[in-house]
């Protein structure tokens, strides 16, 4: 059955709230400049998180790892920029917040400072409950990330589903419900089993996102650059790929060569 949308001139974390308990559907997605944010957020989305996947999108690298703060800050103020209503939610990267709660709140302090975000994202649960509470008694609005953490490719050594195991499932849920008690407004769960997934969502009064995590979550995110298909290497399970703009931009690529080499670009009409 479907659900009236409220109508929101700007969303915010309040609004997310709203939202799941209306029963509506949170849509997120990734931006990490200007004029990919003004195109997303022109078409109506929630959410846009300025992910550390940048480091991978853009940058090339195989993992999360290598993005720095002020890579980020760069990043999530040229997004900013091409917003009028989505809630705007940046990574804090790998390194700037894991050993000293101190150092979480100085460089979520700069991102919101510095980029002009709405809202700062960490991995982690219980290891990182004092730098999410330091960083919280602060102000600022965190968002929580759960199940597979990128940023701990290298302790897990694979981007496999987590939370598999009862052991496991048992802690992420203890997490969810630590980082809701805490003040988070909202979860992110990645690569986990949908059937976890949905049991999280429902004993949560704050939203959660799913990546990986199947239909019974508050709301879903991808990768922009996946699900237009700029990527195709890339083909887990979770990814619908809207257009195949990977072929689309090589041809379009491969004509404009042709029509320089061929001096059919430019025609008379081209030119002053």
Same mark, same amino acid.
């Given at each position: 059955?479907?659900?009236? $949308?409220?109508?929101? &001139?700007?969303?915010?974390?309040?609004?997310?709230?709203?939202?799941?308990?209306?029963?509506?559907?949170?849509?997120?997605?990734?931006?990490?400049?200007?004029?990919?944010? &003004?195109?997303?957020?022109?078409? /109506?989305?929630?959410?846009?998180?300025?992910?550390?996947?940048?480091?991978?999108?853009?940058?090339?690298?195989?993992?999360?790892?290598?993005?720095?703060?002020?890579?980020?800050?760069?990043?999530?103020?040229?997004?900013?920029? /091409?917003?009028?209503?989505?809630?705007? @939610?940046?990574?804090?990267?790998?390194?700037?917040?894991?050993?000293?709660?101190? #150092?979480?709140?100085?460089?979520?302090?700069?991102?919101?400072? =510095?980029?002009?975000?709405?809202?700062?994202?960490?991995?982690?649960?219980? #290891?990182?409950?004092?730098?999410?509470?330091?960083?919280?008694?602060? /102000?600022?609005?965190?968002?929580?990330?759960?199940?597979?953490?990128?940023?701990?490719?290298?302790?897990?050594?694979?981007?496999?589903?987590?939370?598999? =195991?009862?052991? #496991?499932?048992?802690?992420?849920?203890?997490?969810?419900?630590?980082?809701?008690?805490?003040?988070?407004?909202?979860?992110?769960?990645?690569?986990?089993?949908? &059937?976890?997934?949905? $049991? @999280?969502?429902?004993?949560?009064?704050?939203?959660?996102?799913?990546?990986?995590?199947?239909? /019974? @979550?508050?709301?879903?995110?991808? @990768?922009?650059?996946?699900?237009?298909?700029?990527?195709?290497?890339?083909?887990?399970?979770?990814?619908?790929?809207?257009?195949?703009?990977?072929?689309?931009?090589?041809?379009?690529? =491969?004509?404009?060569?042709?029509?320089? &080499?061929?001096?059919?670009?430019?025609?008379?009409?081209?030119?002053?």
């Amino acid at each position: 059955m479907s659900v009236a $949308k409220k109508q929101y &001139k700007r969303i915010t974390t309040k609004s997310l709230v709203e939202m799941k308990a209306n029963g509506e559907k949170i849509s997120m997605l990734t931006a990490y400049d200007y004029t990919m944010a &003004k195109i997303v957020d022109g078409a /109506g989305i929630d959410v846009i998180l300025v992910g550390d996947s940048a480091s991978n999108v853009m940058a090339g690298h195989e993992t999360t790892l290598p993005i720095t703060l002020d890579q980020m800050i760069y990043h999530a103020s040229s997004v900013v920029r /091409g917003v009028d209503r989505c809630l705007v @939610v940046v990574d804090l990267p790998f390194g700037s917040y894991q050993s000293d709660p101190k #150092e979480a709140l100085r460089s979520a302090i700069r991102i919101m400072k =510095e980029s002009g975000g709405h809202s700062i994202k960490l991995e982690g649960g219980k #290891e990182i409950k004092d730098s999410i509470k330091r960083i919280l008694n602060a /102000g600022i609005p965190v968002m929580g990330h759960l199940g597979l953490t990128p940023q701990s490719i290298y302790k897990f050594g694979t981007y496999t589903v987590r939370a598999k =195991e009862e052991e #496991e499932a048992e802690k992420l849920m203890k997490d969810a419900l630590m980082l809701e008690k805490l003040g988070c407004f909202a979860i992110v769960l990645e690569k986990v089993p949908a &059937k976890l997934a949905q $049991k @999280v969502a429902e004993a949560l009064t704050i939203p959660v996102i799913g990546i990986g995590a199947g239909a /019974g @979550v508050d709301g879903q995110v991808l @990768v922009t650059h996946d699900m237009l298909g700029m990527t195709h290497e890339f083909n887990p399970r979770f990814l619908r790929r809207y257009l195949d703009l990977y072929t689309g931009m090589t041809n379009a690529f =491969e004509q404009y060569i042709t029509d320089v &080499k061929s001096q059919d670009f430019p025609n008379e009409e081209e030119q002053y």
